[in-house]
């Protein structure tokens, strides 16, 4: 829905169930926004500089990227129209013409959420619908794990890896279900390598405990090879020999090296299904 000028008024929507109140999904929504909202390199308007995600509870109140301490240096996305905690949240974009509904109504043991975007007629859509995107990739799973679930808020450490792939997509998706890669957000199915504007960004991204792990695909005129390069990423894992079983159950028993601890460190070596080579440690107790 993203454009500029349309003839007619547009909307698009979106809806998840997630197993808590209407009261306490609203509250998650608006409260600990920036704990559900993904950190990432493209995720905000200035990634860059930022540090908090914010609603201020009430009609007029401001939806901010804060950028300083003192949260006088910030970013207004959208002004608060509707406030009825448990009930219903409206936004009006202060980027762009979009109004968003956000509605939380009771089903069974919990709560059917709903978001509606609408550009008006003539209006502009520069990316205020994106609560639309989010909703059931970020904000379903932030309330199935919120009971138990750290309230700091998750971010990315200062070192992110790339890997590069013929098939980026397919190898994702490998590294998540055999490695256990955790995937921010659902990782896309159809063609391989995934055309630019069928994913929004050319790459894909995993997470490896606080860092990230970067799949691209290979550069133009690079041909795919066996991946056996002098490259040996290091994973630490909280139990080596659980990973160790994981891997080679889902990829198989090619996929995992034997299980060695020579220093005293507990390791393996994998092999993706492209051939590159993996070397799984024991974490200590404090990392």
């Known amino acids: 829905?993203?454009?500029?000028?349309?003839?007619?008024?547009?909307?698009?929507?979106?809806?998840?169930?997630?197993?808590?109140?209407?009261?306490?999904?609203?509250?998650?929504?608006?409260?600990?926004?920036?704990?559900?909202?993904?950190?990432?390199?493209?995720?905000?308007?200035?990634?860059?500089?930022?540090?908090?995600?914010?609603?201020?509870?009430?009609?007029?109140g401001r939806l901010l990227e804060v950028y300083d301490e003192a949260g006088d240096d910030v970013l207004e996305l959208a002004r608060v129209t509707a406030w009825e905690p448990g009930s219903r949240l409206a936004l009006q974009s202060s980027l762009d013409d979009v109004a968003t509904e956000v509605t939380f109504e009771p089903v069974g043991e919990g709560t059917r959420v709903r978001v509606v975007a609408t550009v008006p007629a003539g209006g502009r859509d520069a990316g205020g619908s994106v609560w639309v995107r989010v909703l059931g990739k970020w904000f379903g799973p932030w309330c199935a794990r919120r009971e138990g679930a750290s309230r700091g808020v998750r971010d990315i450490g200062r070192l992110a890896l790339t890997v590069r792939y013929a098939r980026p997509a397919a190898a994702a998706r490998w590294l998540a279900d055999v490695f256990g890669f955790e995937a921010p957000e659902p990782l896309p199915e159809g063609p391989d390598p995934l055309p630019h504007t069928d994913y929004g960004h050319p790459w894909l991204e995993l997470r490896a405990g606080g860092a990230s792990v970067v799949v691209e695909p290979l550069p133009e005129g690079v041909a795919a090879g066996p991946g056996d390069t002098a490259d040996l990423p290091w994973v630490y894992v909280d139990d080596v020999e659980a990973t160790h079983r994981r891997v080679r159950e889902r990829g198989g028993a090619e996929a995992a090296g034997d299980l060695e601890s020579p220093w005293g460190l507990p390791f393996f070596e994998a092999r993706d299904p492209e051939g590159r080579r993996w070397r799984f440690v024991q974490a200590r107790p404090t990392m």
């Open 1 to 60: 829905m993203t454009g500029t000028g349309t003839d007619e008024a547009m909307s698009t929507s979106s809806e998840v169930e997630v197993p808590v109140s209407p009261a306490v999904a609203f509250a998650a929504f608006t409260d600990e926004l920036d704990l559900w909202w993904v950190r990432g390199p493209i995720n905000h308007f200035d990634g860059g500089r930022l540090r908090e995600m914010r609603c201020e509870p009430e009609v007029g």
